[in-house]
């Protein structure tokens, strides 16, 4: 068969994997609630504006990575639907839009959103690099101070612990600056990296051009002897971005929360300010094992609406943290087995079999059914591989009498009963 095959950079999760899903989504729920951060859904496609605007011109994401929408249809003629839409590659650039389009500037401050979802980003896949890929989400609106930066790491941080990861990741930390002493920044990265530019690979020279930042967490081996001696950015904040990046410091120290201070890390994302952080497995310096970052960005809001409004987030990899969770055999919550089997014979009990599906979930209980199966032997072979608890057990006679024979799977024992006994009893069976 042809073409029978998922699109380049996306996968299915298969149901065998679920179980890690759904133990990372009930991680993250109970904790973000703990931390009163509200849930919001954004769309996810958005005007590409929207991201452009605020991820930046000259990063890696909108320069190479956005997936574009177009209407597949001949009949659209070529200046209408040139809207630009574009699939979310991220979602802080969707949930500013959000803050201001529904006046969030007017609740009670900070706003605390988090969300969850695919995002897409035109990468080569490779192991734990997708083009769509899931992330956790989480922004605090409208508070500049150190110990919400520090606050944001912390529920990050606790999430790992929950996780079982504490012991195998640890956060780097940096601090970018602010308008205040980016200039002064650049301008003395820009000097530094020029006396040294026939030297730099091709993507740092256009680098040093556009956002000289970045030549910073440049990965080619060319680069590194010239980035070790490059200045600190640490040296070249301002007092006030010092002095903050030293608190956030304090409590996470206070905390116990451990970290790198990374003089390297810029993140790839042209709106942060002030802290920059990202989560790494222990020992692995690849690119594609970061497995979430964020950092402060004060002056996004502030560029769609005048209003400049501090703001911090982060964002968790979910792809890669499930990876990670599997690599260490993390132990999980036994996933819920089947309370109940129904195995019918013959057409009479098959409609018979149907009712009492409905009738037991209504009751709350679930149900393995193969309707479609005749014999005894195969659909005794699925209850016992479901591992369910009872057997319900429906022949031709049962089926008029409208009575069913319970098994109990565990230590074989079998009576039978009226169906208008039936949930009761279950009811007993299954608190036994
Ligand atoms: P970013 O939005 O670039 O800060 O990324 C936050 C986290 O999302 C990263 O640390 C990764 O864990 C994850 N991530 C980013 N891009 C990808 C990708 N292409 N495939 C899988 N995970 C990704």
């Not at 065998?16 to 859904?41: C, M, P, R």
Request: with cysteine; net charge neutral; charged share 30%.
């Amino acid at each position: 068969m042809k073409n029978i095959q998922s699109a380049r950079g996306t996968r299915d999760i298969l149901p065998e994997d679920q179980v890690y899903w759904d133990f990372l989504s009930n991680v993250i729920e109970k904790k973000v609630s703990a931390f009163g951060f509200d849930k919001i859904t954004l769309p996810i496609f958005e005007d590409s504006s929207i991201f452009t605007r605020a991820i930046g011109n000259t990063t890696d994401i909108v320069e190479k990575e956005l997936f574009g929408l177009s209407r597949l249809s001949n009949l659209v003629k070529d200046d209408e639907d040139k809207a630009q839409l574009a699939l979310r590659p991220e979602g802080t650039a969707g949930a500013v839009r959000a803050y201001l389009e529904h006046g969030m500037a007017s609740w009670t401050q900070p706003v605390r959103l988090w969300y969850q979802g695919p995002m897409f980003r035109y990468e080569r896949p490779q192991k734990g690099r997708y083009r769509e890929f899931r992330q956790l989400g989480v922004e605090l609106i409208g508070e500049g101070s150190p110990a919400s930066d520090a606050l944001v790491i912390l529920l990050l941080w606790e999430i790992l612990v929950d996780l079982g990861l504490k012991d195998k990741v640890i956060i780097d930390i940096n601090s970018l600056g602010d308008k205040n002493c980016r200039a002064r920044i650049k301008q003395t990265l820009t000097q530094y990296f020029t006396k040294f530019k026939k030297n730099l690979c091709t993507d740092c020279q256009r680098r040093l051009e556009t956002n000289p930042l970045r030549l910073l967490d440049c990965k080619e081996a060319s680069c590194q002897p010239i980035k070790a001696g490059a200045p600190q950015i640490v040296d070249l904040l301002d007092d006030e971005c010092k002095q903050h990046f030293q608190s956030v410091l304090e409590y996470l120290d206070e905390l116990n929360i451990p970290y790198d201070l990374n003089r390297y890390l810029v993140r790839g994302l042209d709106y942060y300010t002030r802290t920059a952080f990202e989560v790494r497995e222990i020992g692995d310096n690849r690119r594609q094992s970061s497995l979430g970052g964020g950092g402060r960005y004060d002056e996004l809001i502030g560029f769609y609406s005048q209003k400049e409004t501090p703001a911090v987030g982060f964002a968790l990899g979910l792809d890669r943290l499930i990876d990670l969770i599997k690599t260490n055999n993390i132990k999980l919550p036994s996933p819920k087995k089947p309370d109940v089997c129904i195995i019918q014979i013959g057409d009479i009990a098959r409609r018979f079999a149907l009712c009492l599906v409905q009738e037991i979930t209504r009751a709350g209980y679930n149900v393995v059914t193969t309707p479609g199966k005749d014999s005894l032997k195969g659909q005794m072979r699925v209850a016992n591989k479901a591992q369910a608890k009872v057997a319900l057990i429906i022949g031709q006679k049962e089926a008029l009498d409208k009575s069913v024979i319970i098994k109990d799977l565990e230590d074989g024992s079998q009576e039978t009963i009226t169906q208008k006994n039936l949930i009761k009893r279950l009811k007993e069976k299954l608190s036994e």
